[in-house]
Nanobody, 125 residues
């Protein structure tokens, strides 16, 4: 059973940066598809970025392209989300999720088997 734990959230001013990390226990992330999702108050959980365990291909939703970057740290068995130029509309609980290894990165929550508990990101002055 893979367990995921997110870290790195917090309060940051607009224009600031944060790095979220998703750590796994009970299994390796290196061969899995991993996605980052977020959910704002009153909103649905939405896909932010993902990385393929098979091809290494990454996908970022249009609203974060050029600002957020998903990457793997194989040594630490983590998947990270670097977030730059943060905006108030990025405020949400951020979740990481893992699935089996596939060439394509899914943006659908139903395609992911394992989920972390989430970490709060608040962008405010």
């Amino acid at each position: 059973q893979v367990q995921l734990v997110e870290s790195g959230g917090g309060l940051v001013q607009p224009g600031g940066s944060l790095r979220l990390s998703c750590a796994a226990s009970g299994g390796t992330l290196s061969s899995r598809n991993v996605g980052w999702f977020r959910q704002a108050p009153g909103g649905e959980r939405e896909f932010v970025a993902g990385i393929s365990g098979s091809s290494g291909r990454t996908v970022h939703v249009d609203s974060v392209k050029g600002r957020f970057t998903i990457s793997r740290d194989y040594a630490k068995n983590t998947v990270n989300l670097r977030m730059n130029s943060l905006k108030p509309e990025d405020t949400a609980v951020y979740y990481c999720a893992a699935a089996g290894s596939r060439l394509q990165v899914s943006t659908q929550t139903s395609e992911y088997t394992y989920w972390g508990q989430g970490t709060q990101v608040t962008v405010s002055s």
